[in-house]
């Protein structure tokens, strides 16, 4: 299951990352969070429904296609709090997520647009957040 569609090793990678997801969304439930956004909701949403496509439907591209975008846009609100407050974010993580794709698209067992979506977009995400910290904390700085 975890090899799906010749993912080979870097899958662990990504499913670690969704259960360490999935345990704040039940923590989430437990503690019955009250700052959730209409946006979360949705969110929500469209991760199941690409969960569905992938593991019912058996369309693996468009869940991978579906799931990125939707994880995408989930971050926009970060980058909005990172641009108006670049403190209020710890650059290492975001460097340590770069390199935590980089070693999941080398540990890819078959390269395709599958198996490269998801922790390619991410390289690109995390590196662009990561500047965008060390940019504006400079130029607020001056």
């Known amino acids: 299951l975890l090899d799906y569609n010749g993912g080979g090793p870097s899958t662990y990678i990504q499913f670690t990352n969704f259960l360490l997801t999935l345990l704040v969304l039940l923590f989430g ?14 969110f929500l949403a469209m991760a199941i429904i690409s969960f569905f496509l992938w593991l019912i439907v058996k369309q693996p591209l468009l869940s ?14 970060t980058i909005r709090k990172s641009w108006k407050n670049p403190y209020s974010e710890t650059l290492s993580s975001y460097v340590i997520n770069v390199l935590r794709q980089a070693i ?21 995400a995390n590196l662009a957040l990561a500047l965008l910290l060390i940019l504006r904390r400079i130029t607020l700085k001056k």
């Open 29 to 42: 439930l437990r503690t019955k969070a009250k700052n959730t956004e209409a946006s979360d909701k949705w």
């Open 64 to 77: 991978s296609i579906i799931a990125t975008l939707t994880a995408l846009f989930a971050f926009v609100p």
């Open 104 to 124: 999941t698209l080398v540990a890819i067992g078959t390269y395709s647009i599958i198996t490269v979506i998801n922790p390619l977009t991410w390289v690109f």
